[in-house]
Structure formats: C-alpha cells, structure tokens
T-cell receptor, first 115, second 113 residues
Framework: DAGVIQSPRHEVTEMGQEVTLRCKPI?????LFWYRQTMMRGLELLIY????????DSGMPEDRFSAKMPNASFSTLKIQPSEPRDSAVYFC?????????????FGPGTRLTVL | AQSVTQPDIHITVSEGASLELRCNYS??????LFWYVQSPGQGLQLLLK??????LVQGIKGFEAEFKRSQSSFNLRKPSVHWSDAAEYFC???????????FGAGTILRVKS
C-alpha cells in the first residue's frame, strides 16, 4: 500500500500567487482530512470530507482557502491569493470509516513557503 | 471545548533510559485519547489510542500510555529509549461522536548516546 500521497512536497511561491496542494488518499478510505501545522498554532484541522462531500470546514481560515474532492482518489487544497502567513506544513490524512475510533493515516505533508 | 496540554516542549534522555511524556486534557465527558509520533520530514503515525476499558494501553514500538481520569492525564511511557525514538510526539483528544482530533503542541524528544 502506497499510503497517503501528497504533492508537491515543497512549494515556494510569492505573495499573491495561487497555490494548489494535492492529496491522494489510501484506496478504499472514505474520509479525508486536511491539516495545517505551524509553530504558532500547532496542528489544526482545516476541513474534512466523507465520501467526497465536505462535512466540516469550520477550520478553514478564510475565503482565500478552498478545498475540493472531485472523486474518491483525489483532493485539492487551494489558496488564492497566498500570503506569507500561509507558510506552514499542510498534511492530508485519510481513514477507512470515519469517527475518531478509526485510525487516521497521514501523508508526508507539503511544506509551503510564501515569500 | 476540549483542549490538550503537553507541558514539556523539549525532553532529552539518554539512550537506554526510561521515558515519560506528559499529556493533560480538558474535556467534560469521556475523552478519546491518542498519541502520535512525527519523525523529521514525515507525517504523523499513530502510536496508541484509548477509548475505554483497561486504562493502561499498549502501542507500537514498545510504547504504552496510562489514562488517569482523576488527573486528566494520558502520559506516554517507554522503559528503554532507542536513538530511533528521537522525534516529535503529539497527544490528541477527541469527542466520542466526532471526527475532530485536537492536538497538543507537541514534545520534541532528543536521545543522547
């Protein structure tokens, strides 16, 4: 099993540019989570999907952030326009059946730097 | 709202020594508790979790954790640390019928030879 795949692993962009982060969950997993990790705020949940449908996006910081899951094997997190304070490591995770009793498997993360 | 406190930002132990990482939570009902480990440049990996039952939970890589309701704690332990255990460790709590994990700030473990 390849695990959760994220791309790119590193992204450096300039303020104002659009950034798209990509995630491929583990095959057969019905839940997908996007997290952001910063020194100041730690690890925080941004949004999660169940069967490709967004369930809770209350963690999305503002309208500049959007996430989609067009099919069971692909999700994107987009930031437009990007700002320096968006610099962070973004993790995608997936779980089989959802609920906190089910283990979440994390991808390696995308380190985003906005100059 | 639930919250998690990991009082120690950094801990250094000698290889072969015992380890205890502290975690305190704030949550009114029965919490679901987790410990994750993050190696440099990697995603998080679940070490162990507690939902109910025996308050001493065994996990992977020789780790264990003990739930103490009276102290609102879920400390992680390992009897003998290996150099490969150097990583950052996160405690997390969740509501019984939810999907959200709330993570602590993490504890960075350094192992000296």
């Amino acid at each position: 099993d390849a695990g959760v795949i994220q791309s790119p692993r590193h992204e450096v962009t300039e303020m104002g540019q659009e950034v798209t982060l990509r995630c491929k969950p583990i095959s057969g997993h019905d839940y997908l989570f996007w997290y952001r990790q910063t020194m100041m705020r730690g690890l925080e949940l941004l949004i999660y999907f169940n069967n490709n449908v967004p369930i809770d996006d209350s963690g999305m910081p503002e309208d500049r952030f959007s996430a989609k899951m067009p099919n069971a094997s692909f999700s994107t997190l987009k930031i437009q326009p990007s700002e320096p304070r968006d610099s962070a490591v973004y993790f995608c995770a997936s779980s089989l059946a959802g609920g906190v009793t089910d283990t979440q498997y994390f991808g390696p993360g995308t380190r985003l730097t906005v100059l | 709202a639930q919250s998690v406190t990991q009082p120690d930002i950094h801990i250094t132990v000698s290889e072969g020594a015992s380890l205890e990482l502290r975690c305190n939570y704030s949550y009114g009902a029965t919490p679901y508790l987790f410990w994750y480990v993050q190696s440099p440049g990697q995603g998080l990996q679940l070490l162990l979790k507690y939902f109910s039952g025996d308050t001493l939970v065994q996990g992977i890589k020789g780790f264990e954790a003990e739930f103490k309701r009276s102290q609102s704690s879920f400390n992680l332990r390992k009897p003998s640390v290996h150099w490969s255990d150097a990583a950052e460790y996160f405690c997390a709590v969740a509501m019984e019928y939810g999907n959200k994990l709330v993570f602590g700030a993490g504890t960075i473990l350094r192992v000296k030879s």
